[in-house]
């Protein structure tokens, strides 16, 4: 195994082989391993700088720099909706759930921050995930995205990848705010790439009690067969800015501005 990282070498070392199956399984492990260590960080992970650039070219980069992130994550979060429905028709059935299968609901009941304790499932936690877990239109990501970071040049957003405005409140925790005084009770948080601030912002968006109202138009409308909309959607994020409906009609001016809509 010439050319084999130590570490490898002495996993590999370790691991009987006793059949094909257990040889395809560990070197697919193997690969795996590989492949994470030493696959080179994505450009998208990182913001660019986009002061140098002219408005209207700061904001074709900065909508082409964010749609495949807004992508990805949007991915993850159909796919975990797909999860949690095929455990409610395998429910239905009168199927158990496989140790993996519980396992995996386990992880997203507790990302999505639903009580799990002395709950049933069908009646409780599925339909709690079933609420939480949901995509964002692009519109909205993009345009409270451009509107929290001042389309990606804002210090928050250069130096610690933070795109929304989200913020943080342990000790010593992101950046702290300029003009918030000697002891401000939160700072903004940081992130290691973009795509985990896009992740956070669903995340927020999906679990705060401050957002119940935005997770129960959404639902609605789902119910309802129509499309979500970020201009309609909006109009339940009055919270996400101490300027209420200012911020609200500003987000949504936006959004009809530059278009963005048709496409969510």
């Not at 990182?46 to 650039?53: A, G």
């Not at 405005?165 to 992130?191: H, K, L, M, S, W």
């Not at 309609?232 to 009809?256: F, H, N």
Request: charged share 25%.
């Amino acid at each position: 195994m010439a050319g084999t990282p130590e570490f490898l070498r002495a996993l590999t070392s370790r691991i009987q082989v006793v059949n094909l199956p257990d040889l395809a399984v560990l070197l697919c492990a193997v690969a795996t391993l590989a492949a994470l260590i030493y696959l080179p960080q994505r450009a998208a992970d990182q913001l660019p700088d986009l002061r140098p650039l002219d408005a209207q070219e700061r904001k074709e980069e900065f909508f082409e720099f964010l749609d495949p992130i807004i992508e990805d994550v949007t991915a993850d979060i159909i796919e975990q909706r797909e999860f949690v429905a095929s455990i409610a028709d395998e429910l239905e059935a009168g199927e158990d759930l496989s140790w993996f299968t519980q396992r995996r609901l386990d992880e997203l009941a507790e990302y999505y921050e639903v009580e799990t304790e002395d709950a049933d499932i069908e009646s409780e936690i599925l339909p709690t995930l079933q609420r939480r877990i949901g995509v964002v239109p692009r519109s909205l990501v993009l345009i409270q995205a451009a509107k929290e970071s001042g389309w990606g040049t804002s210090r928050f957003a250069l130096t610690g990848n933070n795109l929304f405005g989200q913020r943080c409140y342990a000790e010593d925790c992101g950046i702290e705010p300029a003009g918030a005084g000697p002891d401000p009770n939160f700072n903004v948080a940081t992130f290691s790439s973009v795509e985990d601030a896009v992740a956070s912002y669903f995340r927020n968006l999906n679990t705060h009690p401050q957002y119940q109202e935005f997770r129960r138009t959404r639902q609605s409308l789902r119910r309802s067969g129509n499309e979500l909309r970020g201009t309609v959607l909006a109009d339940s994020l009055l919270d996400y800015s101490e300027r209420g409906a200012d911020y609200v009609a500003e987000i949504k001016a936006m959004i009809e501005q530059n278009s963005l809509e048709p496409d969510d």
